[in-house]
């Protein structure tokens, strides 16, 4: 091999080699500027919730009507009722559905809207439900064929268990606590359950029964799973049927609640009226006869009055009057 032939490999080598040196050779990063750091601070507390407000409870529940209707009147029954719900209970069962408290039913849907409410939001969304009416549905009259309640209207189980309970049971009887229209108790956040969806009703009653709900630190909800677990089923769906078509009996009043019309002008008295008429103390102009129920004198054929006999003295017209008065009295 010629000595150039080595010469050129042996400078190939060498290049080669001085590039990866150069490769493996490590550049330091130039220092960055020191972070900044600040002590961490806990977010404002919320403010105190204070009275609903229900006009601005109206505009924040505008997006509560897909589901519970304008006015909380839902039309489908696997949204409850809301209308004339308490605002402490609507506030209460917002603040559940936020903190993840509640997961039954619709607390999947329920959630994302409860997050976007504060505690006064909560507050004002119940008060404006609460200032609505409530409808309700129509209970089951299905005569019930077999079993402990045969001959029975299936609605008819659920009333005496309302109304009076099951001592023997230790089941206290529902209006106790819920009212006996079912318009519930505000201070003790007591329901109002009366018109609400059977079929949801039924599905709340089920899971205080089965204890499947995640409130089990509230006393209210072991109120309730005690009583409930000594329903049986049939006992439990007839409760919700006569719930449902549980209303307040003025609201079957809607006449009373009607506008009395404006009373008639009373007709003029006329010579052929009743002589015992409307009272009045205004004198008629024809002949100075008072119009205010007193006898007028005798007239004849013609019309016109008779004059008095001879040695006849002449009637009292305010005692004649005053006796009309007492007659009509």
Not at 44 to 52: D, I
Not at 250 to 279: C, I
């Amino acid at each position: 091999m010629s000595h150039a032939r080595v010469l050129g490999i042996g400078l190939a080598a060498l290049a080669a080699a001085a590039v990866a040196y150069a490769q493996t050779e490590v550049t330091p990063i130039p220092d960055a500027a020191p972070v900044e750091t600040a002590p961490l601070e806990p977010a404002a507390p919320e403010a105190p919730a204070t009275w609903g407000d229900p006009q601005n409870g109206q505009a924040l529940a505008a997006t509560c009507a897909a589901c519970h209707g304008v006015d909380g009147n839902s039309q489908l029954d696997m949204y409850p009722r809301i209308a004339g719900q308490s605002e402490i209970y609507i506030a209460d069962q917002i603040a559940r559905f936020k903190s993840g408290e509640r997961s039954d039913g619709m607390a999947a849907i329920m959630k994302p809207f409860a997050d976007m409410l504060s505690a006064q939001d909560a507050r004002d969304v119940g008060a404006w439900f609460a200032t609505q009416t409530s409808g309700a549905g129509v209970a089951d009259d299905t005569v019930i064929a077999s079993g402990p309640y045969e001959g029975m209207r299936f609605y008819e189980v659920g009333e005496q268990l309302y109304r009076s309970g099951d001592p023997a049971r230790g089941i206290p009887a529902c209006m106790a606590c819920h009212g006996p229209a079912g318009t519930g108790n505000p201070g003790p956040a007591y329901p109002h359950v009366g018109g609400q969806h059977a079929s949801y009703t039924q599905q709340r009653l089920e899971i205080f029964r089965n204890g499947t709900g995640a409130e089990r630190d509230n006393d209210l909800f072991q109120i309730m799973a005690n009583i409930a677990s000594r329903l049986t089923e049939e006992e439990i769906g007839a409760l919700a049927s006569y719930m449902e078509g549980l209303h307040p009996a003025a609201d079957d009043l809607v006449a009373a609640a009607a506008p009395v019309p404006a009373a008639a002008p009373t007709a003029p008295v006329t010579p052929d009226a009743d002589p015992v008429a409307e009272p009045s103390t205004v004198e008629s102009p024809a002949d100075g006869v008072p119009a205010d129920g007193a006898a007028a004198p005798d007239a004849d054929a013609s019309g016109e009055a008779a004059p008095p006999e001879a040695g006849e003295p002449a009637e009292d017209a305010p005692a004649e009057a005053d006796a009309g008065t007492a007659e009509l009295g």
